[in-house]
């Protein structure tokens, strides 16, 4: 008899689904989670909208001051607030996005996703991904309602795109470190609790509110650093079609900020699995 050779057996890979692919089923899945409980980000929008009327209505005689002249184009004082109150929106939105990853741990998912042959990075990117599409549909009615209240946009449409742009740098920075401190503290009241101690002060001691040169100069002093204060100041610049001296490198900062928080993310859901 003749000997059969044999081919020699190959070894069959499973096959992976490309990174966009499983980022792209993470950001689905909070997408649906976003739609399925729309009350969470619907709400969001109450606190700004008490902000621009009622801080507005109380505070319109500051208009009249000295250091608004010239802001008649823009809506008075209206138009001077309505873009801190759109990077506050974000920021506040921000500084909760860790909360669904405490969601997942509880529940049992986040094993789930570290079982599975998914990027780490596809993790955090489809979750922040979602974050900012919900954070620039709030950008938009802020604006809008913004312009209801008197405020006007001089910039233009391309003032608005950079004032959502900024807004977006900004909602990255807190949505990545929020993802952060959840994937380390893992518990809801320490990241809310954490959440609250950060962003309040980095609201009042920035010029969202009020010009630099009506604050006290401690906190003119602590604002010039504050990247709230710089996205503020950006996002002013691009409605009033008026861009700040140092709007380069307030952008340089954020946009190093943004890439710094993404890192850190990345590195506690790693970090987050080596521990379980």
């Given at each position: 008899m003749s000997a059969i050779a044999l081919a020699p057996a190959t070894a069959i890979r499973p096959t992976t689904a490309g990174w966009f692919t499983q980022s792209g089923q993470v950001l689905r899945r909070w997408l649906i989670s976003?739609?399925?409980?729309?009350?969470?980000?619907?709400?969001?929008?109450?606190?700004?909208?008490?902000?621009?009327?009622?801080?507005?209505?109380?505070?319109?005689?500051?208009?009249?001051?000295?250091?608004?002249?010239?802001?008649?184009?823009?809506?008075?004082?209206?138009?001077?607030?309505?873009?801190?109150?759109?990077?506050?929106?974000?920021?506040?939105?921000?500084?909760?996005?860790?909360?669904g990853f405490i969601d997942d741990i509880t529940?049992?998912?986040?094993?789930?996703?570290?079982?599975?042959?998914?990027?780490?990075?596809?993790?955090?990117?489809?979750?922040?991904?979602?974050q900012l599409i919900v954070n620039l549909v709030q950008s938009l009615v802020v604006l809008g309602i913004g312009w209801l209240a008197g405020a006007r946009y001089p910039g233009g449409f391309g003032g608005m795109l950079m004032a959502l742009g900024v807004a977006t740098l900004l909602a990255t920075i807190f949505c990545c470190a929020s993802s952060a401190v959840a994937l380390i503290a893992r518990n809801q009241i320490a990241l809310i609790s954490l959440s609250q101690l950060i962003v309040l002060p980095a609201t009042f001691l920035s010029t969202t509110m009020m010009p630099a040169a009506l604050l006290p100069e401690w906190v003119q002093?602590?604002?010039?650093?504050?990247?709230?204060?710089?996205?503020?100041?950006?996002?002013?610049?691009?409605?009033?079609?008026?861009?700040?001296?140092?709007?380069?490198?307030?952008?340089?900062?954020l946009a190093l900020l943004a890439a710094l928080a993404f890192t850190w993310a990345v590195r506690s859901i790693r970090a987050y699995q080596r521990s379980i």
């Open positions: 976003s739609l399925r409980q729309a009350w969470g980000p619907v709400m969001s929008l109450i606190q700004p909208v008490i902000w621009i009327v009622l801080f507005g209505q109380v505070f319109s005689s500051l208009g009249a001051l000295p250091v608004f002249e010239g802001s008649t184009a823009t809506g008075g004082y209206i138009g001077y607030l309505v873009p801190g109150i759109l990077m506050m929106t974000v920021l506040y939105s921000g500084a909760w996005a860790g909360t529940s049992g998912v986040m094993d789930q996703y570290l079982t599975s042959p998914i990027s780490r990075t596809a993790i955090i990117t489809g979750q922040l991904v979602q002093s602590v604002s010039r650093w504050n990247p709230m204060t710089w996205a503020v100041e950006l996002g002013r610049g691009g409605l009033n079609g008026a861009y700040p001296e140092a709007g380069w490198w307030q952008a340089g900062g």
